[in-house]
Every structure is written in C-alpha cells, then in structure tokens.
C-alpha cells in the first residue's frame, strides 16, 4: 500500500512568492495533520483536518499560511507571501479514528530566498 | 512546561549492544498514548512503536520495546542488538486524548541523535 504521499519533495522560492505544498493521505484515513519542523521550534503542528474538516488551526502562524483538503485523498498548504523564516521541513501525516498511529510522508524541504 | 522531555541529545552505542533513550512526560490527562519515532538521515518519519496509557504490558515491536513506567512518567525506548542502520533522530511524542474521544495532536519532544559504531 502506498503511504502518504507529499510533493513536491524539494521547493526553492523567492521572498514574497506563493507555494503550494500538496498531501495525499493514506487512503482510508479521515485524519490528515500538517507539521512544521525547524532546528528551532523542533516538529510542531500547524493544522489537522478530520473528514475533510479543519479541527485545530491554533498552530498556524499568521495569515499568510492556509490550508485545505477539498476532499478525502487531497490537500494542500499554501503559504503567500512567503518569507525566509518560513524555511522548514513540512510533513503531512494521516491516520484513523480508532487507531493511534499517525503516519508521516516523506515531508517537503522548503528554502525560502 | 515541556509536555515531554528528552533530555539526551546525542548517544552512542556499539553495535550489537543494547541502547535506552530516556523521555519523561507531563500529562493530567488519564487517557493518553505515546509514540516513538526514528527520523534517519534521509529525513523521513518512521513510526516505532505505541504506547496506551491504560495498556497492562509494555509494547514491543522487534528489536524495539517501550520501558513504561506510569507513576514516573516515563517511557523509554530500549533498543536491542543496535545495528549501524540505526543510527538517526529518534523522537518521543505523546497524544493527548480530549474529552469526546476525538483524535488529538502528538507533541514530540527534541529528540536524541543515536549513533552505532563498529
């Protein structure tokens, strides 16, 4: 079975530009989790979803982050404008009610220029 | 205050010897799980082992088993037979289950960099 899929892997950007991270879940999960992780702030929770629904959003740091899953197999964090602190590993995890285990994806390195 | 604490930043150990990592944690909550995750070079988040709170044995998973000790709030994670391939981050995070039983964040600690050596 394929796990929870990120891309892309790698995104280089300017200061000021829009990204786009996107996140396939593990299909079968109703949970999808957006993590941040820095040398600094260390593996932080930004956002997590539950059927399609946004649950907790209180990790996200300002207006210039968002967040959607449209539907069950897809979502995506965008981040306008971006800045060079926004600099960071971005993982995607998924699970399901019932089981405890959050399952990451390979996570998505951004440089912000 | 930390919700959990790693409080060894770097270990080594020879391979094929036995290693703990230590992690405590601070929870009022009496329903609770707690994870180990070990994040090799490569950067990926790979899922060890589980904890429950309410569970009566300790978890093992292989070469990997949870040290729980619940009125010390402790759980640490003991290796067995360390192999080179196991040298990495490895991280502790616990969930915390709120009220109405829906699923809730894990908070993970800052880690223990593990290196094996010949």
């Known amino acids: 079975d394929a796990g929870v899929i990120q891309s892309p892997r790698h995104e280089v950007t300017e200061m000021g530009q829009e990204v786009t991270l996107r996140c396939k879940p593990i299909?079968?999960?109703?949970?999808l989790f957006w993590y941040r992780q820095t040398m600094m702030r260390g593996l932080e929770l930004l956002i997590y979803?539950?059927?399609?629904?946004?649950?907790?959003d209180s990790g996200m740091p300002e207006d210039r982050f968002s967040a959607k899953m449209p539907n069950a197999s897809f979502s995506t964090l965008k981040i306008q404008p971006s800045e060079p602190r926004d600099s960071a590993v971005y993982f995607c995890?998924?699970?399901?009610?019932?089981?405890?285990?959050?399952?990451f994806g390979p996570g998505t390195r951004l440089l912000v220029l | 205050a930390q919700k959990i604490t790693q409080t060894q930043p770097g270990m080594f150990v020879q391979e094929k010897e036995a290693v703990t990592l230590d992690c405590t944690y601070d929870?009022?909550?009496?329903?609770?799980?707690l994870f180990w995750y070990k994040q090799p070079s490569s950067g990926e988040m790979i899922f060890l082992i589980y904890?429950?709170?309410?569970?009566?044995q300790n978890a093992t998973e292989g070469r990997y088993s949870l040290n729980f000790q619940k009125a010390r709030k402790s759980a640490n994670l003991v290796i067995s037979a360390s192999q080179l391939g196991d040298s990495a981050m490895y991280f502790c995070?616990?969930?915390?289950?709120?009220?109405?039983?829906?699923?809730?964040?894990?908070?993970f600690g800052t880690g223990t960099r593990l290196q094996v050596t010949l």
């Open positions: 904890q429950g709170s309410y569970d009566q």
């Open positions: 995890a998924s699970s399901f009610y019932g089981q405890e285990t959050q399952y």
């Open positions: 929870t009022s909550d009496p329903s609770y799980g």
């Open positions: 979803f539950n059927n399609n629904v946004p649950i907790d």
């Open positions: 299909s079968g999960h109703d949970y």
């Open positions: 995070a616990m969930r915390e289950r709120r009220s109405g039983g829906t699923a809730s964040k894990l908070t």
